[in-house]
């Protein structure tokens, strides 16, 4: 069957008993079926050909194999000095399907990861990879969190040119909300991404997600202005682009859809064509000098994310009241609760329990002015976040409980645009 020695990432035609298919060749792993040979055509998407029914393997490009230092070991970032890092830490970009159980497993390494995707080397930048975690999203923790943020930081300072984090997807934005308020000043990009389907099956966004990623922290900040968090994931049905977001102004909006995360979109683009589209138009708040970077992890783990629902009751809250040092309500509407829940709300607030309101419709602005409801909450203390999603309100009431104490301090910080969370006004 095959006409030469083949290694994982060359470029082949391969001709069958119907079809000729170009592609990457992709790494075979343990306990994957070898009755087929996986191979990544130029669309991105990976096709299983039937090792029987090859006729002819012919080599059209030899990979040439980029060696990326680190890996799960320790990796000190000693050369990190103009590199891009891949800071892997879990979820469905690093799984593969387990062909014996069916299921979907964590088993990528930083460096397995960047194996299946050859074309890395198309974009000419170095790269150093790191396992900083191996874990599915819905596991993380608010110390994984201050590890990345630490990872990321001592990155920056080994004066990396970009930081790529492949990420679970259920929570990354959580994650890259998180640190987009953990990390002050960044000088350079830094991207959450992942994928909806594992990089070993056919329709996977885990190629062109990675590969764009490594794309946008690779682009100058200078030009670009992508000094900052951000989350980088497929736009739309088709593989073309991919959709940039701030860490604080995306969500997860579809459980199976690649193009699940929708928001404010900061920029889109294609590695293959060098296409870069800015949508992010006089909103930049860095300034253009370069200040140093700041890692700041102290946060409030105490903080409550509570979607209101028509049968919470005033004794619910309560306890919830007693348990948690600050609440952010997802309310109905504008930023709505039941009224028998108004006089909870006070005594709580009253008895130093932050409360912060955000909107369950997840787009657009809360505003307590307009109805009696909303009024009443207003006079009880409760603070509407403008426009801020709910995970992002979530995420920093926790930054500013673990920084202030007086109940005036918290409420200018949550009001402050410190990271893109908050638009002052509300475009359509
Ligand atoms: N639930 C897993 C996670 O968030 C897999 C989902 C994914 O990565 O897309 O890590």
Redesign the pocket.
Known sequence: MNSYDFNPGDFVQITTTDKVFEGHLMPEYELESREFLFVKLKSGYNVGIRKVQILNIELIKRNVKKEIAGSEEECDFEDADGKILILAT????A?KIDYITGG?K?AFSANDLLSTVPEISETGVEILGKQILN??????TPDDWIKIAGEVYKCVEKGAKGIVIP??????HYSSAMLSFMLKNLNVPVVFT????SSDRGSSDATLNLINSIYFASLDPEKFHNKGVFVLMHEGIDDKFCAVFRGTKVRKMHTSMRD?FKGDKFARLNFFEKKFERYENGKILEKDEKNETLLDTKIEKNVMLLKYFPTLTPEIFEILCEKYKGIVIEGTGLGHVHDSLIEPIKKAIDKGTFIAMTSQTIFGRTNLNVYATGRKLLKAGVVPCEDMLPEAAYIKLMFALGHHNKHTDIKNFMLTNIAYEINERSEI
Do not use: C, M, W, Y
């Not at 879990?90 to 970009?93: A, L, P, Y």
């Not at 874990?135 to 993380?140: P, R, T």
């Not at 990420?167 to 990354?172: P, R, V």
């Not at 992942?194 to 389907?197: E, I, S, T």
């Open positions: 879990g979820g469905t970009i799984s979907v964590p874990k599915f999203s819905e596991n993380l990420h679970g997807t259920d929570t990354l992942g994928a909806q389907r699940a």
